[in-house]
């Protein structure tokens, strides 16, 4: 026969039980979204754009694009620039060859490089016509010096 003190503990042990088996159990699992059925781009993924050399400008490289859920980091590596002339960059609508507006500012190159994180998925970058623009500076602007097509999927 059980003691008060027994009777208790037991007690104790079952209200626990049930309290656990009514929450859930674990929450971090409870507390984790469910998936998307499907994604075009995965977190992490990453494509290269070669940016061309244009008007004899010496200047040409890679902007690498890196999904990050509903953003992407873009990142300009250009060799040719010049050190000290920040030079705008947009992706714009469109390709190299026709250039539509402006849809997405980026941070201006300086010394070569840039990374801006654009508030679009990787997958919106492409599944459309979007190329990424370098333009000689902001005096300037009219004068592009390389430029790349993102891939369409």
Avoid: K
Avoid at 19 to 28: K, N, S
Avoid at 41 to 46: D, K, Q, R, S, V
Avoid at 75 to 100: M, N, R, V, W
């Amino acid at each position: 026969m059980l003691n008060r003190t027994g009777l208790a503990l037991l007690l104790l042990v079952a209200v626990l039980a049930v309290g656990l088996a009514a929450c859930g159990g674990d929450d971090d699992e409870a507390d984790e979204p469910a998936a998307p059925a499907t994604t075009a781009a995965e977190e992490g993924e990453i494509i290269t754009v070669d940016l061309g050399e244009q008007n004899s400008s010496g200047e040409s490289g890679t902007a690498t694009l890196t999904s990050d859920g509903e953003q992407t980091v873009v990142t300009i590596e250009l060799t040719g620039a010049p050190a000290d002339t920040a030079q705008p960059a947009h992706i714009h609508s469109g390709s190299c060859a026709e250039l539509g507006d402006v849809v997405y500012p980026l941070t201006n190159v300086e010394g070569g490089a840039s990374e801006t994180t654009v508030a679009a998925p990787l997958a919106d970058l492409q599944g459309a016509a979007f190329a990424i623009n370098v333009h000689e500076s902001e005096e300037a602007i009219q004068n592009y010096v390389s430029c790349g097509e993102i891939p369409a999927t």
